[in-house]
């Protein structure tokens, strides 16, 4: 039967066994959606969105984080949505949402998605990382994921990607669609980390309708590697960054990126790479 599951109907010692006794039941007896109760849930241990599972918040759900882990791992064909996620403790430096290669998100007709999304650190502690993606072994690879009106304020990291080489074979993150990407008062932004290309890449990802406020805590808005990624969106106050130095770098690993962000001035933009297009 494929019906929706409630994570009200189970019992577990505390909020994060709960939700997941309720994720293990849907994937494991053919319900792919969870709804989450209109309440807060206090979140002391990682959760893992199972392949084939969505998580879906109430208008009203949050989730508060106490402790130092990575809040949400989602794996391949899972999907969450509605999420309000906000860090209540200034010793947390983790990972809130996470996707790794190794489960292999590929081809379109995977739904993975990420969307409605709230994440705020409530000490302004600017630690962790809001949403990371990484892939690092052979065939490992997030492609065609679609993340969507997302929001995250006042962490380390915004946005992380990373590709590391593998030990044989290829590892990429490569033609994902972030739109609608809102990112206020972290320390930086964007950060990419790959080679320009194969073996191991982060290419052809679509940033659309970006908001970026800095704040005087913020050193860099966007490190950028790969080709043929393209940004598109604003950026705000850049003269609050408490420096005189570009804030937007493309590495010597970027190729064919193409930077719209007309409000950032190009002398606090530096280029490295090849064939680059910035604010034509």
Not at 31 to 51: C, D, E, F, H, M
Not at 225 to 242: E, L
């Amino acid at each position: 039967m494929n019906e929706d599951i409630y994570v009200e109907s189970f019992s577990g010692a505390n909020d994060s066994l709960k939700i997941q006794a309720a994720i293990d039941y849907a994937r494991n007896n053919n319900g792919k959606t969870v709804k989450l109760g209109n309440r807060n849930y206090l979140i002391t241990a990682p959760i893992v969105i199972k392949q084939g599972v969505k998580l879906v918040f109430d208008y009203g759900t949050q989730f508060i984080v106490e402790g130092n882990f990575r809040v949400l791992e989602i794996q391949q064909n899972a999907s969450l949505e509605g999420a309000y996620i906000a860090i209540n403790d200034p010793a947390f430096n983790s990972e809130v949402i996470y996707l790794n290669g190794k489960y292999k998100y590929y081809n379109t007709w995977h739904r993975t998605q990420i969307r409605d999304i709230n994440i705020v650190n409530w000490y302004s502690s600017h630690k962790g990382i809001g949403l990371s993606l990484f892939s690092g072994g052979a065939g490992h690879e997030i492609s065609f994921v679609h993340f969507e009106n997302i929001k995250i304020a006042g962490m380390k990291i915004g946005l992380k990607l990373v590709a590391n080489q593998p030990s044989t074979g290829m590892a990429w993150i490569n033609a994902n669609r972030f739109l609608s990407l809102s990112l206020d008062d972290c320390i930086e932004m964007i950060t990419m980390t790959s080679s320009s290309t194969i073996p191991y890449e982060i290419s052809g990802n679509q940033f659309i309708n970006l908001q970026i406020q800095p704040t005087s805590i913020t050193t860099r808005i966007m490190k950028v590697t790969g080709q043929f990624n393209y940004f598109d969106g604003m950026i705000w106050d850049v003269s609050a960054i408490p420096h005189n130095g570009p804030v937007i770098e493309l590495t010597n690993d970027s190729m064919d990126t193409t930077l719209n962000t007309p409000s950032v001035p190009n002398n606090r933009i530096i280029d490295n790479g090849q064939r680059n297009k910035v604010n034509l």
